[in-house]
Structures are given as structure tokens and as C-alpha cells.
């Protein structure tokens, strides 16, 4: 978790990115998109670098587009990762911002927003987030699950897993190389009371889904097509109609 793998290409945060807005939920910080009468959410969980990352806030529009309300929760407190920040390591960072605290702080943020009304929440989690995520997946406060290149995630997470989960995972990653994913794949395949599969994505690297150069198409393309298995997944799983494509999704009269 700590090598350059993980913290490669940060992005630049812009705490005005995106079509949603920022208001207060479960007493953190969350970015918010989509209708809020929506009866399905979806919580994007962010890597080291934070909820003001705009590829993760263009995520969070897009799914939005197809009826779920989305948060993107600031589990790290104004407080991201910087690499080249000689006073704050990473081992000072990460103790400051474990995912065992995120994971308790996500449990009233799901209460907030289900005291919106809404009755599903599924929870997508990016590298650092893919823990937090996994932890919920875990003590069923979710009904889906989806982790992008994770990281800190074990076997032994895997197995305790008691919702649907998609693994997204690259080929080119030593937080969690293929030959996890595999294990991750082989662990899911026995079980049968819970759907689940590990997906390995050629020619990709840890990183890929929200930390790519929105001037490169190629990178583009293969993170959107990760963003689709995703999308795909939380449709699924939230009983929602749909069409293959974020600009061919339907309008759901429901909410």
C-alpha cells in the first residue's frame, strides 16, 4: 500500500468538480449527486487522494444518470494523501486514516441517507476505499458491493463476505496482482450462497478507474468499461432496468 504503485499519477483535487453539490450526511463532508428521492444509492469510497478528485466526482455524475443517488463521502477529513509531504509519511498518514474508522463513520452515513427513503445501497470502493468497502460487504450494510484495484483486502475478507460483489481488478498491480484476484475468483466460486465474481483487466495498471489522463482516449475507454461493470453490477443487484451504456441508460419513473 505504501509503494509508488499506489500513489502514482494523483490527480488534481478541485473541491468544485462536478454537476452535484457538497452538504453535510452522517456528520461528514459528502459530495451528493443524482435525485435524492431516489430509492437507490450508491456510495463511491475514494482511494488515498480523496472526494474532490474530479474523475471520482464524473463517476459519481454519470452513475447518477442512471437513477441512483450517489455519495461520495470524505472519509479522510480534508486530510488527503500528499506523497512529497515530508512531515506526514505515509505510516503517520494511514494512522490518522485507517479504514477500520472509515468503515465506522460509513455506517451514519448509510443511515443518513436511508433516512431519506431510500431502501438499497451498494458501495464501491477505490484502493484504499476497497477495504472499507469490503468491511460493510462483511456486516451486510449494503446490499452490493464493488472493489476497484484493491488494496489491504485479504482472502480471509473475501470469505466473510455476505453480500453480491464484483472484483475489478488490473493485471499490472502489486497491491493486489493477478494471482490474488485468482485466489479472491477462487473463494467466490465456492461460494455459492453469494454471487460474486474477480475480474482481471489486460493491460492496466493499479489506479486505472479513477486516477487515468482524461486527454488519453485508450485510458479513457478501459476506464469506462470498467465504470460499466460497475454500473452493471449496482443495476443489477438494486433491480433496476437498463441498457448497456451510461448514455443509453432509461429514466425510472420510481425514483
Request: hydrophobic content about 40%.
Amino acid at each position: 500500500m505504501s509503494g509508488p504503485q499506489c500513489c502514482s499519477n494523483p490527480p488534481t483535487l478541485n473541491p468544485s468538480a462536478g454537476a452535484g453539490h457538497v452538504e453535510q450526511l452522517g456528520g461528514l463532508s459528502s459530495y451528493v449527486s443524482g435525485s435524492p428521492d431516489s430509492k437507490r444509492a450508491v456510495l463511491l469510497i475514494s482511494d488515498v487522494y480523496g472526494y474532490e478528485a474530479p474523475n471520482l466526482r464524473k463517476l459519481a455524475d454519470k452513475v447518477a444518470a442512471a437513477g441512483f443517488y450517489m455519495v461520495v463521502p470524505d472519509f479522510l477529513h480534508g486530510d488527503p494523501y500528499v506523497p512529497d509531504k515530508a512531515d506526514r509519511p505515509w505510516p503517520v498518514w494511514l494512522k490518522d486514516h485507517g479504514p477500520d474508522k472509515a468503515f465506522e463513520e460509513a455506517k451514519h452515513v448509510i443511515e443518513a441517507v436511508k433516512s431519506k427513503g431510500v431502501s438499497a445501497v451498494g458501495a464501491a470502493g477505490f484502493c484504499w476505499g476497497a477495504k472499507v468497502v469490503v468491511e460493510l460487504a462483511k456486516s451486510e450494510l449494503i446490499q452490493a458491493a464493488v472493489l476497484l484495484h484493491p488494496s489491504l483486502v485479504t482472502v480471509d475478507d473475501i470469505k466473510g463476505v455476505k453480500v453480491p460483489i464484483a472484483i475489478l481488478g488490473a493485471e499490472i498491480d502489486k497491491l493486489s496482482p493477478p494471482e490474488l484476484l485468482k485466489q479472491f475468483e477462487e473463494v467466490l466460486t465456492a461460494k455459492s450462497e453469494v454471487d460474486g465474481y474477480a475480474k482481471i483487466f489486460p493491460k492496466v495498471a493499479h489506479g486505472w478507474t479513477v486516477r487515468y489522463n482524461v486527454a488519453d482516449e485508450a485510458a479513457v475507454q478501459r476506464a469506462e468499461e470498467a465504470h460499466q461493470h460497475m454500473l452493471e453490477w449496482f443495476a443489477k443487484y438494486a433491480k433496476l432496468p437498463y441498457s448497456t451504456g451510461f448514455v443509453q441508460i432509461l429514466d425510472f419513473p420510481d425514483g
